[in-house]
């Protein structure tokens, strides 16, 4: 059974500075994908970053990336220079079989 | 990337009554479409997988007879909820999944928000 467990319920970092949103799973896929999403207001679901489990190399995106511990089973969100359009709910996610289970979410605030 | 409309973005619908959720993908084609429920200031709950020309199957605890899937076409999945009441209400949300080439991604609909009196 896959699980997506978010410790995190809220957190908040001032504008312009470096947060970590953590993100820890279980599965019994050997091929799988990880990935973070954010949610806004609106509620549409938007993709900020994913990462291919074969792939050793850590994945960026800008000002996001991840730390990828395959063997601990954790997938960390670090976003860096913080911006107060980074507000929103995070969501970590994991696919395998073509299924993919969402963890809690974890509330970010940035603050002016 | 690729786009997913939702239709309607909102529904307000007496207890009792059936109301149906559109979802389709844009440009491109889907073969499996799934369908997520997500209650207020919670996650997004994994309701069904759709796939085109069969049969949807269902996650545990979801009632496939009140919560009707048909993946008619490549392009559209339905989702009808039969004789709703107030505790259906809720934010409904679809998604398409692409793979191919050693990558997988999801596409999401904006949600529907269903509300039932």
């Known amino acids: 059974a896959q699980t997506v467990t978010q410790s995190q319920p809220e957190m908040s970092v001032q504008e312009a500075e470096t947060v970590t949103l953590s993100c820890t799973y279980d599965t019994s896929e050997n091929n799988y994908y990880l990935f973070w999403y954010k949610q806004p207001p609106s509620r549409q679901m938007i993709l900020v970053i994913r990462q291919e489990a074969y792939k050793q190399q850590n994945a960026t995106e800008n000002r996001f990336s991840v730390n990828f511990q395959k063997a601990a089973k954790s997938f960390s969100l670090k976003i860096s220079d913080s911006q107060l359009g980074d507000t929103a709910m995070y969501f970590c996610?994991?696919?395998?079989?073509?299924?993919?289970?969402f963890g809690a979410g974890t509330r970010l605030f940035v603050k002016a | 990337g690729a786009v997913v409309s939702q239709h309607p973005s909102w529904v307000i619908c007496k207890s009792g009554t059936s109301v149906k959720i559109e979802c389709r993908s844009l440009?491109?084609?889907?073969?499996?479409m799934f369908w997520y429920r997500q209650f207020p200031k919670q996650s997004l709950m994994l309701m069904a997988t759709?796939?085109?020309?069969?049969?949807?199957?269902?996650e545990q605890g979801v009632e496939k007879d009140k919560f009707l899937i048909n993946h008619a076409s490549l392009t559209l999945s339905t989702l009808t909820v039969t004789s709703a009441h107030p505790e259906d209400s809720s934010f409904y949300i679809c998604?398409?999944?692409?793979?191919?080439?050693?990558?997988?991604?999801?596409?999401f609909g904006p949600g529907t928000r269903l509300t039932v009196t």
């Open positions: 440009d491109f084609q889907a073969t499996t």
């Open positions: 759709s796939n085109e020309g069969s049969k949807a199957t269902y």
């Open positions: 996610a994991h696919t395998g079989g073509f299924k993919t289970i």
């Open positions: 998604s398409a999944g692409e793979s191919g080439q050693g990558r997988y991604e999801q596409y």
